[in-house]
């Protein structure tokens, strides 16, 4: 994923690269870069969100086409400070029937290692190995309980999730990746995790495939003003 030559120019902060939309903005990071790479979602159904929530925390934890996980981690290590995936949402104008979920990808990184930090974020999101299936149940059956954890500790939260999910499609959204949707869903696939992981997989093989592109790629930069 990387930033064609000779952008044009939108406004003082915004500048678009054949299809990738690039958001420069300047702050005092004392030469570190936070870099975010947003792929919108949108041919993913909610139930397909649900699932597609467990992968954030599978991918930069599984092995790709160039490393081991175990070379993964070093290199993150050795040229990031810090690395995480997630699903976003972006509304117009706080609208009410519409949002755009978006797979995310953080970083931050010294200004002269950015290339590195694309090259890594495009190796995890495009060759990542999902056929590991032992590394995915470990890493499953940790999500669940954290996620159990977390709803006994703020079940009142859960229930706020789960009645706002009437009211807006982010609501709903929001429910369906970190609501009791969500957990339900980890405890199914934990339970019925032979009979049900290779179609969880070929989802995030497809879902990979058709999101993380140039064309549906915003990519947001804060550096030194």
């Not at 406004?11 to 792929?39: E, T, W």
């Not at 699932?51 to 092995?63: D, Q």
């Not at 009211?167 to 405890?187: C, D, K, P, R």
Request: aromatic fraction near 6%; proline fraction near 2%; charge should be neutral.
């Amino acid at each position: 994923v990387g930033i064609v030559d000779r952008p044009k120019v939108i406004n003082p902060d915004s500048m678009k690269a054949g299809d990738v939309i690039l958001l420069r903005h300047k702050a005092d990071c004392n030469g570190i870069v936070y870099l975010s790479a947003y792929f919108r979602l949108t041919d993913v159904s909610l139930e397909e969100l649900t699932r597609l929530s467990l992968a954030t925390s599978l991918l930069g934890k599984l092995p790709t086409a160039n490393h081991s996980a175990s070379e993964l981690q070093n290199e993150t290590k050795t040229w990031l400070g810090d690395l995480s995936f997630s699903i976003d949402l972006f509304s117009k104008n706080k609208a009410r029937k519409t949002c755009t979920p978006m797979l995310a990808a953080r970083c931050s990184v010294l200004q002269e290692n950015i290339g590195k930090a694309e090259q890594l974020i495009h190796e995890i999101l495009t060759t990542t190995d999902l056929h590991q299936n032992d590394r995915i149940r470990e890493i499953l059956l940790q999500t669940e309980m954290e996620a159990q954890q977390r709803g006994m500790m703020g079940g009142h939260m859960l229930a706020f999730k789960s009645a706002g999910a009437h009211f807006s499609a982010a609501a709903a959204v929001q429910e369906a990746i970190y609501g009791i949707t969500y957990i339900q869903f980890l405890h199914d696939l934990s339970k019925n995790f032979d009979a049900k992981i290779e179609d969880f997989n070929a989802l995030l093989q497809r879902v990979l495939k058709n999101a993380v592109c140039q064309k549906k790629l915003t990519l947001s930069l804060t550096e030194d003003g």
